[in-house]
Each structure stands twice: as C-alpha cells, then as structure tokens.
C-alpha cells in the first residue's frame, strides 16, 4: 500500500462490524449503475469530507485481492481493496484489526473509511492511503510495537485474560479462526495456540506425517512455557513482515498494515520474523519497552511453524521441508 500522509486524520473509531447478512450502518446501497460501485460508494459517503473522486489507478494485486488507488477533487487519495470474496470472508475482520491496532496510538495504521459487500458479488474495504516513501525508523518500530503489545485490550473478553478476537480474519488467504479462548492466562494461551493455530493448519495440511509430529508437539507445548508466569493477552498485528511495514514520507513513526490481528502472546508477533529484515536497532526499541523471556529463542520457531504451515498451505510443497523439519527440532524426532 502506498499513501499520503495528509490523506485523513487518524481520529481511529471502533469499528464495528455488521451482523451476518447486514450492511454497515450509514453506508449507502452500491448502485449496480456505477461502472465503479467503490467510486460510486466514495462519492455517496465522503465526498463531503474528502471531495468527489476525479480519478482512481491501478494498486496491484495479490492471489486474494485488487487495489484501486483514489483520488479526489480536494487533492486526497483512499486505499481500496476488492476481492470475490464477500466482506464476512475477506475484509471485516481486517477492517475490525486495523482499528484494534489504531486505537492503541503508538504506530501509524490506515484509518477505515468503509466496508461492505457489493451488489453482484465480492467485497470492498476502504481506507486511508499512506505514502511509504518515507525512511522506515527501525528503533520507533520496535518501540512502538511493543507499546502497543502492551497497550490495553479494547475487547473485553482479553480483559478478562482470554485469548482471540471478536470475529474470524484471514491470514493471507486462509482462514483464521479466533473464537475466544475458553481459559486464561497461559493455559488459556496454549490451548488456543494449539487448537486454533497449529491443528487449524496441519488438518488443512492434510499430511499425515506433519500431523502426527504436530499432535506430538501439541502434547509437548506447556514445556516451551516455564518460563512464564503468566501470559496475558495482547493486540498483534498477526502477520508482520517487511511488505506490510513502512515509512509514511513526511512522518517519522513507521506505519503498519494488512494485519491478521487477534489478541495473543506478544510473542506470536515474531512468527513472520523470517520475513521481516528486523535489526539490531529494531530489537533495540522493542526490548526497550518489553525484555527479552529466557525462553524467548525456544519458542520463536513454534511461533514460526504456523506461518510456514501457512504458507505451505497456501503455496504448497516449497514449504514442506521447513514445517518438516522445524516439528523434528521442536518434538526431538
């Protein structure tokens, strides 16, 4: 995503999605009119506050999604993406992340400017557009992230010491789950780790090798915690790496997008840490906030083999030999 800083202020309010089969309250009917029913649905709802839209180009894309990129009469610009999928599928539990992670107030986060299905098929999410080409501050980002682990939930039921999010997201294009943990504290945790995560991606890995050294290690995950005294309950921006990272020129607090949030261990946010390029000045801030647990190293690969399950999942056997082989180190087999 690429935006400008000046595009809306960050005023973040809660967002709240709709009920099944509901559309956003005070969001407009897309006419089947439009050539652009998100173009058609900007111009019905902010062109008050941002202006008409005057043209709108090319973002990319991914496996999952396409972007658009407005501009408006009054020199702004919105971030969109569309998808095939509907919004209870795609973009509401992104939409609902970006806010959890907005209110905390510690890193720059696209504000929400709608969501919704479209008439015909698929879905929109729109948002504030960042301009990423500013320098990315590497202390500031790891300060930041880790005001906002521990910033206070918002969500109750994490106030309450469980573990979750308020409706399911996707991570990448797969689904996650996150209903909310039956327990709390660190047993709360490693079942909602265990159950939600890594059974949630070795039964749709389907490999019964993989499976079966999982079931190991899931028997085995309360040895990784003895460390800890209590696990409490933080906002992550859930798939962290470097493509969803940036600098916003003209700003020098380091931006954060595209999330797969729930509330978790502040430690599952280094799970993408592979793909994330942190450095030593990185570390630097982040430790300044929280220290480093002794058993922090131990568990960074259990925290990683779900992103690769992930991927092997999403991108297929390229990836096999990584889950492989961190369930052989992680199991002893």
């Given at each position: 995503m690429h935006a400008n800083s000046g595009c809306c202020p960050l005023s973040f309010p809660k967002f709240r999605p709709a009920q099944r089969g509901q559309r956003l309250a005070g969001v407009a009917s897309l006419s089947s009119s439009s050539s652009d029913p998100v173009e058609h649905w900007m111009n019905a709802n902010l062109s008050a506050e941002i202006g008409k839209?005057?043209?709108?180009?090319?973002?990319?894309?991914?496996?999952?999604?396409?972007?658009?990129?407005?501009?408006?009469?009054?020199?702004?610009?919105?971030?969109?993406?569309?998808?095939?999928?509907?919004?209870?599928?795609?973009?509401?539990?992104?939409?609902?992340?970006?806010?959890?992670?907005?209110?905390?107030?510690?890193?720059?986060?696209?504000?929400?400017?709608?969501?919704?299905?479209?008439?015909?098929?698929?879905?929109?999410?729109?948002?504030?557009?960042?301009?990423?080409?500013?320098?990315?501050?590497?202390?500031?980002?790891?300060?930041?992230?880790?005001?906002?682990h521990l910033a206070r939930p918002e969500a109750q039921e994490a106030l309450e010491g469980r573990f979750g999010f308020g409706l399911n997201n996707t991570i990448g294009g797969t689904p996650q789950p996150n209903s909310w943990s039956g327990g709390t504290g660190t047993e709360g945790w490693?079942?909602?780790?265990?159950?939600?995560?890594?059974?949630?991606?070795?039964?749709?890995?389907?490999?019964?090798?993989?499976?079966?050294?999982?079931?190991?290690?899931?028997?085995r995950l309360p040895d990784f915690f003895d460390d800890v005294d209590q696990i409490s309950p933080s906002i992550i921006h859930g798939d962290l790496w470097s493509g969803n990272i940036g600098g916003v020129a003209g700003d020098d607090t380091p931006a954060i997008f595209d999330p797969a949030c729930y509330y978790a261990h502040h430690e599952a946010e280094f799970g993408m840490s592979w793909c994330a390029n942190f450095g030593n000045e990185f570390w630097r801030g982040y430790r300044s906030v929280i220290p480093e647990s002794q058993g922090f190293q131990r568990r960074k690969s259990l925290y990683q083999l779900y992103h690769y399950l992930n991927h092997y999942n999403l991108f297929g056997s390229g990836y096999y030999s990584q889950c492989s082989s961190i369930l052989r180190n992680l199991t002893g087999s």
């Open positions: 839209v005057v043209k709108g180009r090319s973002g990319g894309g991914s496996g999952w999604a396409r972007t658009t990129i407005y501009e408006t009469e009054k020199g702004q610009k919105v971030f969109a993406k569309v998808s095939g999928k509907g919004s209870e599928h795609m973009f509401r539990g992104e939409a609902a992340g970006l806010s959890a992670m907005g209110v905390t107030r510690t890193l720059r986060v696209p504000r929400v400017l709608g969501c919704d299905d479209l008439e015909g098929g698929g879905s929109f999410l729109a948002m504030e557009y960042f301009d990423l080409g500013g320098a990315l501050d590497q202390f500031k980002l790891g300060e930041g992230l880790g005001r906002m490693i079942n909602f780790y265990a159950e939600r995560r890594l059974l949630h991606q070795l039964e749709l890995a389907g490999d019964p090798g993989l499976l079966r050294m999982g079931k190991a290690l899931i028997e």
